[in-house]
């Protein structure tokens, strides 16, 4: 079996838990990040995992576009979702949901809420200024879950040994 991590990042931390799944989940993984590779065919993969990030409340636009265009594939493989984002508890929730069709939520055999960071030096003077005024957050915060990660790597596992491949 080979699996596949699509995510989308901007300051690095949807990249950061693409690779602690990659080496935690228990098969050939591929990461490929979507603003800046091209996502190959998806005919050759077993297990897909989705992860990205959200800002002012919408995930990127490639994202978007890729979940769109390819949900009917998405739904014939092993998948799973996870978002990076700062808010906490239902508001957090509500962002997941907003961010994957409830299709595609419900086809998942494990879904991530990560966390997120604001590292003020990734940033752009926009995002900075934006930030500032916002959240009235003026230097880097973290709320990025480990502790979730290791769950959500947990349930794909599981899943490996439960479940044969689809057809």
């Given at each position: 079996?080979?699996?596949?991590?699509?995510?989308?990042?901007?300051?690095?931390?949807?990249?950061?838990?693409?690779?602690y799944v990659s080496s935690h989940v228990n098969l050939e993984m591929t990461r490929v990040n979507i603003k800046k590779e091209?996502?190959?065919?998806?005919?050759?993969?077993?297990?897909?995992?989705?992860?990205?990030?959200?800002?002012?409340?919408?995930?990127?636009?490639?994202?978007?576009?890729?979940?769109?265009?390819?949900?009917?594939?998405?739904?014939?493989?092993?998948?799973?979702?996870?978002?990076?984002?700062?808010?906490?508890?239902?508001?957090?929730?509500?962002?997941?949901?907003?961010?994957?069709?409830?299709?595609?939520?419900?086809?998942?055999?494990?879904?991530?809420?990560?966390?997120?960071?604001?590292?003020?030096?990734?940033?752009?003077?926009?995002?900075?200024?934006?930030?500032?005024?916002?959240?009235?957050?003026?230097?880097?915060?973290?709320?990025?879950?480990?502790?979730?990660?290791?769950?959500?790597?947990?349930?794909?596992?599981?899943?490996?040994?439960?479940?044969?491949?689809?057809?």
């Amino acid at each position: 079996m080979k699996g596949l991590i699509i995510f989308s990042t901007s300051h690095g931390t949807t990249e950061k838990a693409a690779e602690y799944v990659s080496s935690h989940v228990n098969l050939e993984m591929t990461r490929v990040n979507i603003k800046k590779e091209k996502v190959p065919s998806l005919d050759g993969f077993d297990v897909i995992v989705i992860g990205t990030s959200i800002h002012i409340g919408q995930i990127p636009r490639k994202m978007r576009r890729f979940l769109m265009s390819n949900e009917d594939v998405l739904l014939t493989k092993k998948l799973a979702l996870y978002l990076c984002c700062m808010h906490e508890g239902e508001e957090r929730q509500k962002q997941f949901e907003a961010s994957f069709s409830s299709r595609l939520r419900n086809h998942a055999s494990a879904c991530g809420l990560f966390g997120g960071e604001l590292i003020f030096s990734k940033m752009s003077y926009f995002e900075k200024l934006m930030i500032k005024k916002a959240a009235k957050v003026t230097e880097d915060q973290s709320t990025f879950d480990e502790k979730a990660i290791q769950g959500f790597t947990a349930k794909i596992n599981q899943s490996l040994k439960s479940d044969p491949a689809p057809v």
